[in-house]
């Protein structure tokens, strides 16, 4: 279960304090860098201070002030790096679908396996080391152009 | 649900019945109304119109015959001023003025005679051999003898039928002499014969002692009272005639008299005739009425009666339709209302339920440390911390199912072909079916319109249907018809197996959330709440019917557009995914 787990770093969002403590608990058993947040504006807050740690956003759709979906967007907007799943109560998938549509890397139906929310937070994180590979080779390419000019 | 509670046919037999007393009244009361005052005014003037021709008709008869009898007073009152005893007493010369007066006025004078003073008829002229023959003790004589001029009743006399004698009195050497003249009764009649009028009009003359001056067909003999009295009222009026209607003592029958006197009021010329041919036009016309009248009244009972059967019958039907209607709402007002329980409920409980199985988890992460490794009761504790998990996640799929229930319209809607869709649900269960030994016969109508609906859920709705036919059919095996078609503007599919069938009771409870007949952990009873709660949706219906030992047909009914086939889709896709729920 800890095959892969190479420190990501996590940010845990979620109304439910102990279900949020819990999780916390056992993701950091799985070698994961928690943070944890009980409403959009605390995530936001949060990601403000330590953002470039956070990798990966996990975000509960239904919550009281500032919703998943609102958060989401916040997030997209401010840190388009960041990858975030979803978390839903709802059987309903239209609030996760919709969450996909404004960049969301995946959803979960609430309870979930922990073996799932731990994959699909594994490849959110490669996803997202990618991107900044990628980002940085790019600015590596460029800043060797400029050099070589 | 139509209602045929005593309650309510009692209340439609009243209904009934007052629609038809309302309808026979207003219809009764013009038609009594206006045919009452028309046959009234009609009876009124014609009945005056009728008596005063008849008053008329004998007015003028009786002057006629007054006239008649003057004028041949005034013929013998004329030959006795004009010619003196002797000459009258020549019996040639008489018959010479006989001949005169027959030329002149026809048979009227059958023959001419002097009479002295001691009633010795002195000369004659005429066809009967009267002369020398002594009126002395005739009554004629007698009154004649008082009077200048004189007009007897009609009597036998010596000559042995009927007539009567016109006299004028004269003088010669102080002694009075009379010339009388016989009136030929029959000539006479004949005036009087012509009044005939309908079939029992006639008339004829009486004198004051009820005999008959004229001939008729009439027997008068017993209702002499009557005429009595006609007489005496006929005086009232100077003679003039009078019309009146009595009863006739002889045969009960009401006539028509019309009663106007003669010859100074000796004799009276009296009309007769039955009330009933008299009137005959009145009570023709009566009958016409009553004919008319009696059509009209069954026409009119008979319309009435088709009238306020037909009304409520309408009625009827409206309010079974509204009661339908009433408790359609009422149903899925209910339903609605479960639904929305339903999903705040399992909102609530989803959260408590992921903790718990959280916690689950973090207790069997702790377990995989190695202290515990050596617990004795460590298999004991993670079976334990598993069935925790597995009934978490039980829960998670109930609170699901009752949301999707509840949910709104969210999933993306797209084209479908009916039948291509229903093809490939009933393919899922071919294999099921086998094992089971039902057989699924589907019966595809031809031209099905499209339908702009969620895939997923039709599909939904199908599997839920197909799998709850399946059930029923486990146990025995038989068969499932899937048939597709269309009624007015809904895409019908219907499934329909012989299985058990669903017990009255139970039948309106079927779509309620968790109602369900299967062993506990088998079925969540939430399969037909999902399937109501999605057509519902849709605006569309599902209905059941079903007998006992029979089977259970279902119906659904999806509305649908009448577009292209433009954007149909396949319906293969996303049915692996698509329903996993069972009633």
């Known amino acids: 279960m800890n095959e892969l787990a ?78 975030v799943i979803m978390l839903t109560g709802h059987a309903t998938v239209s609030s996760a679908i919709e969450g996909m549509k404004k960049g969301a890397f995946d959803y979960l139906l609430k309870p979930c396996e922990m073996s799932d929310l731990v994959s699909k937070v594994n490849r959110a994180a490669e996803k997202k080391r990618e991107h900044e590979k990628r980002v940085v080779e790019a600015r590596m390419q460029e800043l060797m152009r400029t050099k070589a000019q | 649900m139509p209602s045929n509670t005593a309650e309510d046919k009692t209340y439609y037999k009243t209904l009934t019945r007052k629609i038809f007393t309302t309808v026979v009244v207003v219809s009764f009361m013009p038609m009594i109304f206006v045919g009452g005052i028309i046959l009234y005014h009609f009876q009124t003037s014609y009945s005056a119109k009728v008596c005063s021709y008849l008053e008329a008709l004998v007015n003028r008869h009786r ?265 359609q709402v009422i149903e899925s007002n209910r339903l609605a209302s479960l639904g929305e329980m339903a999903a705040g409920i399992a909102h609530e409980i989803n959260n408590p339920v992921a903790i718990m199985v959280e916690e689950a988890g973090w207790i069997s992460d702790l377990l995989e440390e190695e202290e515990f490794k050596e617990s004795e009761n460590l298999e004991e504790f993670q079976t334990s911390l598993g069935q925790i998990k597995k009934q978490g996640l039980r829960c998670r799929d109930i609170t699901h199912k009752l949301l999707s229930f509840a949910r709104r319209s969210e999933s993306q809607k797209q084209i479908i072909k009916i039948n291509a869709m229903v093809e490939e649900v009933v393919g899922l269960f071919s294999h099921q079916a086998k094992y089971s030994n039902v057989r699924i016969v589907t019966k595809f109508a031809e031209d099905m319109p499209y339908i702009h609906a969620s895939q997923t859920e039709l599909q939904q709705v199908l599997f839920n249907l197909i799998n709850n036919a399946l059930d029923a059919l486990r146990a025995t095996g038989g068969k499932i018809v899937i048939m597709t078609g269309c009624e007015d503007d809904m895409a019908v599919i219907e499934v329909k197996d012989n299985g058990p069938g669903i017990p009255r009771a139970e039948l309106a409870k079927i779509f309620d959330p968790f109602y369900t007949t299967k062993p506990v952990g088998k079925g969540t009873g939430l399969g037909l709440s999902i399937c109501y709660g999605i057509l519902n949706n849709m605006g569309g219906k599902i209905t059941v019917a079903s007998s006992v030992g029979i089977g259970t047909n279902f119906r659904v009914f999806i509305p649908h557009q009448d577009s292209g086939p433009g954007t149909v889709s396949d319906a293969s896709s996303a049915i692996g995914n698509a329903v996993t729920l069972t009633h």
Not at chain 2, 292 to 317: P, Y
Request: proline residues 2%; hydrophobic residues 40%.
């Open chain 2, 63 to 327: 002057h006629d015959i007054d006239m008649f009898l003057t004028e041949r007073q005034n013929n013998i009152h004329f030959l006795a001023e004009c010619y003196d005893y002797p000459a009258l007493s020549d019996e040639a010369f008489l018959q010479e003025k006989l001949d005169i007066l027959r030329k002149e006025y026809g048979e009227v004078f059958s023959d001419l005679g002097v009479v002295d003073h001691n009633g010795h008829q002195t000369a004659y002229a005429g066809a009967f051999r009267l002369e020398n023959a002594n009126y002395a003790s005739a009554e004629w004589f007698q009154k004649a003898m008082r009077e200048q001029f004189f007009i007897s009743d009609v009597f036998m006399g010596l000559r042995g039928f009927p007539h009567f004698i016109v006299a004028a009195r004269n003088e010669w050497n102080g002694n009075h002499y009379i010339l009388r003249a016989t009136v030929d009764f029959q000539a006479f009649n004949r005036v009087v014969r012509n009044i005939r009028i309908g079939e029992t009009g006639s008339a004829f003359i009486i004198n004051r002692k009820n005999e008959l001056q004229t001939d008729t067909s009439l027997d008068i003999s017993e209702d002499s009272e009557l005429y009595r009295g006609l007489i005496n009222q006929a005086f009232d009026t100077q003679g003039k005639a009078k019309i009146s209607v009595l009863e006739s003592p002889k045969n009960r029958k009401r006539n028509l008299y019309v009663t106007g006197l003669l010859n100074n009021g000796n004799w009276a010329l009296i009309y007769q005739q039955d009330v009933g041919d008299a009137f005959a036009e009145i009570y023709r016309t009566w009958w016409i009425a009553l004919i008319v009248f009696t059509a009209g009244a069954v026409a009119i009972i008979t319309m009435a009666m088709i009238v306020s059967r037909r009304t409520v019958g309408r009625i009827a039907e409206a309010d079974n339709e509204k009661e339908m209607m009433n408790q």
């Open chain 1, 6 to 83: 190479p420190d990501i770093n996590v940010l845990l969002v979620d109304d439910e304090i102990a279900f949020v403590e819990t999780i916390t608990k056992r993701l950091k058993k799985r070698h994961f860098i928690i943070q944890t947040a009980h409403s959009g504006m605390e995530a936001m807050e949060k990601l403000e201070e330590n953002g470039n740690a956070t990798e990966v956003v996990v975000l509960d759709v239904k919550m009281p002030g500032m919703d998943g979906i609102e958060t989401l967007a916040e997030i997209k907007r401010k840190f388009p790096l960041k990858e």
